[in-house]
């Protein structure tokens, strides 16, 4: 059985939103023509993508069950099997991240955050922040296997180096760097940069365009 | 001549952190096998990538120079010419972008900020958050054609409405929703849980493998 691509897997996500609408309103089952007008994507996709997650494959007439496919991709995506993560670097997008109340939908729960500030401080949902010299021992005690960094680029290797050294296996890396990482630990960079030469490279189109 | 692709594009603000940071080490010129091996990519990926972007396409011993690569990098990437953006949403994640300092090396510059609270506030840079019902004079008066949406899931798609009414053509959202809009407007989705989904799915391939 191949792998499920990238892509496929990141729209998942969008879907299983959009589903949880659906359910909530009452509606019982879903074509994935809908799906697809929903998100201007190709049927074919939007089958394919489904073919990985549900195994009934949807009825010719009625479509997929809406209940049945929140359940198979929640599944899939692991939410219902909550993963613990600790998170490095207190500032502005680290207390963005740890206020963000929608991580638990999707299986993550940061049960840790760490500052190189000496003292112990108090984020803004009231839960202490720890000296990050306590890092190693309250990853290693707790088994915690996902470590999120949004500390200043010039510390982000430090960083990464002590959480993979206290047993750390993926790192969602917010820091506009590029971490230098063993090939057994999954990395996730948030890159801005990136994200707006993309945007950027549309809306130049666009505007040529007119 | 074909156009650069998603992929290519997204990496080149990670060769341009690299090359600048080679620039301030005083190091002249490098080979695409070292930027391949910096990134852990293959030499041919990193060699298209650098033949959309370099003129000369590098020397065969000495590789390229890292002050023109630099410079035409940041030139394709529109680095030099600063674009314009309104931020819609002046909570948390808004806040960090707003104080965020690495956008301007990026060519984005966050004119204005809004948010529905009726009176006039002032953000942690000590600049004033506008009221929302301000937004389509200011997009208008300034021309901006860049807007941030950091609201919550619920207000995304009326303010995503409320910006191409007047007047943005491109929207880079950051609230967990899926944005409806017109074919001639540029978006991108920062979607947490799409990538929190990619670095799961690593992590589970790679606890399978111990």
Redesign the interface.
């Known amino acids: 059985m191949e792998g ?1 691509s ?1 892509e496929s ?6 879907y ?3 589903l949880n609408e659906l359910h909530l309103n009452g509606i019982e089952s879903v074509s994935s023509t809908t799906i697809a007008d ?2 201007k994507l190709n049927p074919v996709t939007v089958r394919k993508d489904l073919a990985f997650i549900s195994e009934d494959g949807g009825k010719p007439k009625t479509g997929f069950s809406v209940a049945d496919l929140v359940a198979e991709i929640s599944e899939f ?2 939410y219902n099997n909550t ?1 613990d993560a600790v998170l490095v670097g207190v ?3 680290g ?2 991240l740890l ?2 109340k ?2 638990s ?4 729960n940061i049960v840790a955050s760490f500052d190189c500030k000496t003292d112990i401080q108090i984020d ?1 949902t009231k839960r202490e922040i720890n000296n990050i010299s306590m890092l190693p021992d309250l990853v290693k005690r707790l088994g915690v ?2 470590g999120i960094i949004t500390v200043p680029a010039e510390s982000a290797q430090a960083v990464c180096d002590l959480m993979i050294n206290s047993g750390i ?2 790192i ?1 890396n917010f820091s ?3 971490l230098i990482t063993p090939d ?5 960079n ?18 040529k ?1 007119e």
């Open positions: 499920i990238k897997l990141q729209r998942l996500p969008t299983l939103r959009y929903r998100f995506l692991g993963q500032g502005k997008l207390s963005a206020g963000y929608g991580f939908n999707y299986g993550l803004s296997n996902i296996k993926a969602w506009p760097t590029h057994n630990i999954a990395i996730k948030e890159d801005m940069a990136a994200s707006l030469a993309v945007l950027s490279q549309r809306l130049t189109a666009i505007l365009n």
